[in-house]
């Protein structure tokens, strides 16, 4: 999943356009959700390109509900809400889902577990006396508690979720940074194949290929590593 998380509309359409030959699915967060994500999503729904729409809802049950029937006329297949929501919200955006797929939409809900930003000492000095992976683990079983469709995590991650949720739990990694690259401002990263070798269902790349000086070159490599590490994903259990 490619995110678009770009602050110009022309900028979000030349990574799409170089990209689009080899990727089906593309994120849209934050800024350009709320720069232009009318006309960005409008561009990925007639290039039948399948969306995330990552918004990470977090409020109280009804609104988070009602702002998941708005942004089901996007056509995202995928939308987030956060776990941090508690049961009720995260009950609230299930039930949501359930209605809007009777109509005939394919919505799934993913819970964010925890931000890649976030470390140990950063939950600490939020009242959080549980470590990183503590609490990714308690808000992924929440989640298939709850009736989601699964989770974001980071990829060392993973392994904990597994160990709480169904084989069928959809699990989505973000802070993806292929070998030699920054981290940047996230702190929990793992390369493309540490991701497969993990059990990641889809992992999110944005900046190593955006920022990249050849998005479709930058793609494909990511796509020849991911695919080496598949042969290799037996012999890693």
């Known amino acids: 999943m490619i ?10 359409q030349d990574v799409f356009r170089h990209t689009a030959a080899d990727v089906q699915w593309y994120k849209v967060g934050y800024q350009a959700y709320y720069a232009f994500g009318d006309a960005i999503l409008g561009e990925l729904r007639e290039a039948r390109r399948s969306i995330f729409l990552d918004l990470k809802l977090h409020d109280i049950p009804n609104t988070v509900a009602g702002a998941i029937r708005s ?8 939308v987030t809400v956060h776990a941090s929501g508690g049961r009720a919200m995260l009950q609230a955006a299930a039930k949501v889902r359930d209605e809007i797929n009777a109509a005939g939409k394919s919505l799934k809900i993913v819970a964010v577990t925890m931000l890649t930003s976030l470390s140990d000492e950063d939950l600490r000095e939020i009242g959080i006396d549980r470590t990183v992976h503590q609490v990714v683990s308690m808000r992924a079983a929440l989640a298939q508690e709850c009736g989601l469709d699964g989770v974001v995590c980071p990829v060392e991650d993973v392994p904990i979720v597994r160990a709480r949720t169904s084989a069928d739990f959809t699990v989505i990694c973000p802070g993806i940074r292929p070998a030699g690259d920054a981290g940047g401002d996230q702190k929990r990263t793992a390369t493309p194949a540490q ?3 993990a059990g990641a269902d889809y992992i999110v790349v944005g900046r190593p290929i955006t920022k990249a000086a050849d998005p479709r070159a930058a793609v494909q490599k990511i796509c020849a590593e991911m695919a080496d590490a598949e042969q290799i994903k037996p012999a890693a259990r």
């Open 71 to 78: 942004v089901a006329r996007s056509g995202a297949s995928f």
């Open 195 to 197: 991701a497969v070798l």
């Open 3 to 12: 995110a678009l998380d770009e602050g110009k509309l022309e900028e979000a």
